[in-house]
């Protein structure tokens, strides 16, 4: 049955929660800036609302939903190009799956704007792909429609990751239509496979690191979120991650129950006790020695994670869950653990993937820069936190093109990426758009001050 609209509205009320005011103007060119962005708003959201329209589901590989794929990246495309950036998109190949399908892998927009060899250059990585989304999944609204309750923005992909991207394209353009000069140059580089996995992605950053990327001083990726609903973040690390798969056979086919029923090994009971044996009741690993390779926190961490404004009553509620666990060799474990059963069972594990961490460098002009944008625009410090989710493109910029890397986010914690009912905060993504305005500004302060300091130490080749 639908939720008649008042239902509705009442429904997603619940799922609310408290807003900071809005930051004060400042005067001169920013103030502008900020002044613009307020009164088009409204057009910002239109944009916002088009490209939520577009189910670009990467997950799920079906022709339909690769053509709706293409659409996204062409509507992105042109976005660009009617900022005046030079727009490339590059072919990307194809992928076949394990049914024996071929389908195209979605191309990769590389796109410039300005070339300046006095301005510093900022990089904006974004993706345009979503994760799958039905209604009868448990969205009170159509995930494909934009619907707007109470400041929220309700819709898949609004704050993963179509709103930071459409935040960073609204910044520049109000400078163009304020007829004011960028104080950066910008580069952005925006695929459609990231929640797939990021298929050739990393093929096409190595090829292009002697040529699109060659003059770039700065990344920027605004693909978390932050640890409040109130107050901005930075994100200064990420933990990677370890996917193990198990598997326990006994048979090429099934077993009468009845009949075979307590006089052999049941494969789905080995199975288990080994997923149980991973972790005790506190969450915490059980792996052996596991731990031992974990960095101690230091004491300059310390310092920064005492000055975060962690409320977990927040936390808890925004995530819907009644508590959370913390303290929270694996082959060797599992083949401990099922050693054990005596089982005439087989058992094999093997490593799906695996991800390294990844720690920016605090200390480059680009994280002073967000600190100061951020007190802006918001009137904060923002917190300095490391992030359980892994992106894997921050550590493949900054390995291979060995430039610095900022995570830089505009959601609330509470926005619901990857689930039902995903949001973003109308606030969030205005003042996220005035945030990288300010951040324009900032970068393009210190590059300046850098250069009057030592003019020999930035001499990048421009193309």
Wanted: hydrophobic content about 40%; overall charge negative; glycine content about 8%.
């Amino acid at each position: 049955m639908r939720s008649s609209p008042a239902r509705l509205t009442g429904v997603l009320l619940l799922l609310s929660g408290g807003m900071s005011a809005p930051s004060s103007r400042p005067a001169g060119l920013l103030g502008r800036v900020f002044q613009y962005i307020d009164l088009h708003q409204d057009e910002f959201v239109q944009t916002l609302r088009e490209w939520v329209a577009v189910e670009s589901d990467s997950i799920q590989p079906v022709p339909r939903l690769r053509e709706e794929l293409f659409t996204m990246m062409s509507l992105a495309a042109e976005e660009l190009r009617r900022l005046g950036a030079n727009v490339d998109v590059v072919d990307s190949g194809s992928q076949k799956l394990p049914d024996g399908q071929t389908l195209p892998i979605l191309p990769v927009i590389l796109a410039e704007l300005g070339n300046d060899p006095k301005k510093a250059t900022v990089c904006f990585y974004g993706h345009l792909d979503v994760q799958p989304a039905r209604q009868e999944d448990g969205w009170l609204t159509d995930p494909y429609t934009l619907t707007e309750v109470d400041g929220k923005l309700y819709g898949r992909g609004a704050t993963d990751n179509k709103g930071p991207v459409l935040a960073w394209i609204n910044a520049v353009s109000t400078f163009q239509a304020l007829e004011e000069d960028l104080p950066v140059n910008l580069k952005f580089i925006m695929e459609g496979m990231e929640e797939a996995g990021s298929l050739a992605l990393e093929e096409l950053v190595r090829r292009e690191k002697n040529r699109f990327f060659s003059s770039v001083d700065y990344i920027v990726i605004s693909d978390n979120l932050w640890i409040s609903r109130r107050k901005p973040a930075l994100i200064c690390g990420m933990r990677g991650n370890s996917y193990f798969t198990v598997e326990v056979k006994c048979r090429d086919q099934g077993f009468h129950s009845g009949t075979f029923g307590g006089i052999l090994n049941e494969p789905m009971a080995d199975l288990i006790a080994l997923l149980g044996g991973l972790v005790d009741a506190s969450g915490r690993i059980l792996v052996p020695a596991i731990y031992d390779h974990v960095a101690p926190l230091t004491e300059e961490e310390k310092k920064g994670y005492e000055a975060i404004d962690l409320d977990l009553e927040e936390y808890r509620n925004s995530s819907q869950v009644k508590r959370f666990l913390f303290d929270t060799k694996v082959e060797q474990h599992l083949e401990y653990i099922f050693s054990k059963r005596n089982s005439s069972n087989q058992m094999s594990v093997s490593m799906a993937l695996g991800l390294l961490p990844w720690t920016a460098n605090i200390t480059d002009n680009q994280y002073p820069a967000a600190k100061k944008a951020i007190k802006t625009v918001f009137g904060t410090e923002p917190d300095m936190i490391q992030d359980g989710s892994t992106i894997p493109i921050a550590r493949i910029f900054q390995d291979i093109i060995q430039k610095s890397v900022l995570m830089l986010p505009l959601g609330a914690v509470d926005d619901g990426e990857h689930a039902q009912n995903e949001k973003i905060n109308r606030w969030n993504y205005i003042e996220g758009s005035k945030l990288f305005a300010a951040f324009f500004l900032e970068v393009a302060q210190l590059h300046s001050d850098d250069l009057l300091t030592d003019p020999l130490s930035h001499t990048p080749e421009r193309e």
